[in-house]
């Protein structure tokens, strides 16, 4: 624990790891446990994820990554997360390019147009100068309203 506590991460992000229910009552038989019957099995994941107080559904939409994992063991798991090099920074953080290109898709959303929405971020030396997004001129209906 000590070692855990000692780490200092730059960079944090949500991650979901999912498998089928049937793999997961499998897995139950595995691990010589007793599998629920399928109703009590299916109840209990609902309120796992759905309960109000401690559901997880909220959080499970935040996350930024998502994987299912279609294996019978941990071992297979960690090592293909291993593989996935998750720690990389360069996973982490976007790319110059990728971050102009998220910024000119969140413009987008902006635009009034239900056709076409575009977005468009000026750089210059890597700081963005200006952003916009494309709609109809001041004098005429906007597109959503009708025009």
């Known amino acids: ?3 855990i506590q000692r780490q200092v991460y730059a960079y944090c992000f949500a991650r979901q790891i999912s498998c089928p229910e049937s793999l997961r009552l499998f897995r139950c038989e595995l691990n010589r446990q007793s599998p ?7 109840l209990r994941n609902d ?6 107080t401690s559901g997880l559904s909220d959080l499970i939409s935040r996350a930024e990554l998502r994987l299912i994992n279609p ?4 071992q297979t798991l960690h090592r293909a997360l291993e593989k996935l090099d998750l720690s990389n920074e360069d ?10 290109m998220q910024l000119a898709l969140f413009a ?5 147009c239900m056709k ?32």
């Open 71 to 74: 294996t019978t063991s941990l």
């Open 91 to 100: 996973r982490l953080r976007p790319s110059w390019d990728q971050y102009f």
């Open 36 to 42: 629920p019957l399928l109703e009590e099995f299916v």
């Open 116 to 147: 076409r929405r575009i977005g468009c971020v000026l750089v210059q030396d890597k700081r963005v100068i200006s952003t916009g997004y494309n709609g109809t001129p001041k004098s005429l209906t906007n597109c959503n309203a009708g025009g």
């Open 47 to 52: 309120d796992h994820l759905y309960n109000q």
């Open 108 to 112: 987008a959303k902006r635009s009034n």
């Open 1 to 3: 624990m000590e070692a």
